[in-house]
């Protein structure tokens, strides 16, 4: 995938497409950086779009679901859109219309693909849990069989996506710069909270996760 270049034509960024990205580094950073995506599909004519959990593996998004889920069986017969974005920074300017956003975000289109291969649908299931939680999978009950067949794993390939990121500061009016008003950029960041143990944990420890 070029960095110049978007890899089909609805993937090329039209609006402020200096902010584009088509590199796979920045995608997958993108993609590895946030834990919910949005899937746009079509069943019967009507347009639904669903949050998920994703994770993913080398050139591949995945996700996961109960294999009765309308929006798994549909994903698996037609075109997807999934997005993705990440709040930065809220961009305080000097006028309304200034104000602006930090932030990375990632389009993907496609088609998904189950998997269907059952020790390679538990290596997936189980990178989604240690990407979250490392370290975690070895300490749980292991999955069974019936679990594992009520569960379809779907994977998207990062073939035909585009980024795009704000990172930057206010950009104002050269005319604006000496009004009497605070300027500038305030950071977002995903910070966890204070750990709620179920009553009847047997264990105290609290596991690590990736965001700690």
């Given at each position: 995938?070029?960095?110049?270049?978007?890899?089909s034509?609805?993937?090329?960024?039209?609006?402020?497409p200096?902010?584009?990205?088509?590199?796979?580094?920045?995608?997958a950073?993108?993609?590895?950086?946030?834990?919910?995506?949005?899937?746009?599909?079509?069943?019967?004519?009507?347009?639904?779009?669903?949050?998920?959990?994703?994770?993913?593996?080398?050139?591949?998004?995945?996700?996961?679901?109960?294999?009765?889920?309308?929006m798994?069986k549909?994903?698996?017969?037609?075109?997807?859109?999934?997005?993705?974005?990440?709040?930065?920074?809220?961009?305080?300017?000097?006028?309304?219309?200034?104000h602006?956003?930090?932030?990375?975000?990632?389009?993907?289109y496609g088609?998904?693909?189950?998997?269907?291969?059952?020790?390679?649908?538990?290596?997936?299931?189980?990178?989604?849990i240690?990407?979250?939680?490392?370290?975690?999978?070895?300490?749980l009950?292991?999955?069974?069989?019936?679990?594992?067949?009520?569960?379809?794993?779907?994977?998207?390939?990062?073939?035909?996506?585009?980024?795009?990121?704000?990172?930057?500061?206010?950009?104002?009016?050269?005319?604006?710069?000496?009004?009497?008003?605070?300027?500038?950029?305030?950071?977002?960041h995903?910070?966890?909270g204070?750990?709620?143990?179920?009553?009847?944990?047997?264990?105290?420890?609290?596991?690590?996760?990736?965001?700690?």
């Amino acid at each position: 995938m070029s960095q110049a270049t978007a890899p089909s034509a609805r993937t090329r960024i039209r609006r402020l497409p200096d902010r584009g990205r088509y590199d796979f580094a920045t995608v997958a950073a993108i993609v590895d950086a946030t834990m919910l995506c949005t899937v746009a599909f079509q069943i019967d004519g009507a347009v639904h779009a669903i949050p998920t959990l994703h994770w993913r593996e080398g050139e591949h998004l995945y996700i996961h679901g109960a294999k009765a889920s309308r929006m798994l069986k549909a994903l698996a017969h037609g075109e997807a859109c999934v997005t993705i974005a990440q709040a930065d920074g809220l961009v305080l300017a000097r006028s309304a219309m200034h104000h602006s956003m930090n932030y990375r975000s990632v389009v993907i289109y496609g088609r998904f693909e189950a998997v269907t291969d059952p020790d390679y649908k538990l290596r997936s299931l189980e990178a989604f849990i240690e990407g979250l939680y490392p370290g975690r999978w070895q300490t749980l009950r292991p999955i069974n069989d019936k679990e594992l067949n009520a569960t379809t794993v779907l994977r998207i390939p990062l073939t035909e996506a585009s980024a795009k990121v704000r990172a930057a500061g206010v950009k104002d009016d050269e005319e604006d710069l000496s009004w009497p008003v605070w300027a500038g950029v305030i950071p977002l960041h995903t910070v966890p909270g204070e750990p709620q143990a179920e009553h009847d944990s047997v264990l105290s420890d609290v596991p690590p996760t990736r965001f700690v």
